[in-house]
């Protein structure tokens, strides 16, 4: 009877893992078929972000499919910021590790902040979004 009380746990973390591990792979999945649409797109636990032409979309990956989707346009944008821990930071000044969000300033005073895990994908959106034709300051 010890032994089942042991083992019991451990089974409990072999299925829960099982079941996370399946619950990751349909996210991915789900992903590859949203992205097919776009010119660029990044994927991660946060959300997804997909550019096509000028229209940037984005939401949250779940198993079933992407959730929350939003857009907009590049020429509505008025300004893009990076922001670390909610603080506007300048690309000069990023740390090189840790989390980090892009936010998109609207000429209609809106913000739209897209969340990533990682600051080096921050920082490679940002440069290839000021780059575009489509975005001007």
Do not use: C, H
């Not at 660029?40 to 636990?45: A, E, P």
């Not at 229209?55 to 670390?84: C, H, M, R």
């Not at 840790?98 to 609207?106: A, K, M, P, Q, V």
Request: hydrophobic residues 40%; negative net charge.
């Amino acid at each position: 009877m010890e032994r089942g009380l042991f083992w019991l746990p451990l089974l409990i973390l072999f299925f829960w893992l099982a079941w996370s591990g399946k619950n990751e792979y349909q996210k991915l999945e789900n992903y590859k078929v949203w992205a097919e649409n776009f010119d660029k797109s990044k994927y991660d636990i946060y959300a997804v972000l997909g550019k096509k032409e000028d229209i940037i979309t984005w939401g949250k990956p779940t198993a079933k499919g992407i959730i929350n989707e939003s857009y907009f346009s590049l020429g509505d944008v008025q300004q893009i910021n990076i922001l670390v821990k909610n603080i506007v930071t300048s690309f000069e000044d990023l740390p090189d590790e840790g989390e980090g969000s892009l936010e998109f300033l609207t000429k209609k005073k809106e913000s739209i902040i897209v969340p990533f895990t990682q600051i080096q994908l921050v920082k490679q959106w940002y440069e290839y979004l000021i780059d575009t034709p489509y975005f001007t300051l």
